[in-house]
């Protein structure tokens, strides 16, 4: 598997939220990780992909909701997610595709 492919597998989407908008204004980015994904990995897939130079790496995870699916009960995926600040002057257009 090549290195671009395996960054793929780290990110695995762009968030765009209210919460994720301000955090832009903050120099942040705010993107869905693999699960099992470590700070570094992160790290370093986003600079790979963007070719911007990162600054620090704050993950959380979303426990997954108890839900009703069709009457049946249900849960949701547990969701990670990464908040990358980036160092002053780089930038990343979360609007437009990887």
């Given at each position: 598997m ?54 620090a ?30 160092e ?11």
């Open positions: 090549s290195a671009k492919a395996q960054h793929y597998d780290v990110i695995r989407k762009p968030v765009i939220t209210e919460k994720a908008t301000m955090a832009s204004e903050a120099n942040a980015v705010v993107f869905e990780v693999a699960i099992d994904s470590n700070k570094p990995q992160i790290k370093e897939a986003v600079e790979a992909l963007f070719n911007v130079k990162v600054k790496v704050n993950t959380t995870v979303t426990k997954g909701k108890v839900k009703r699916f069709k009457g049946q009960l249900g849960k949701r995926k547990d969701v990670k997610k990464a908040y990358v600040t980036l002053e002057g780089n930038t990343i257009d979360v609007s437009t595709g990887l």
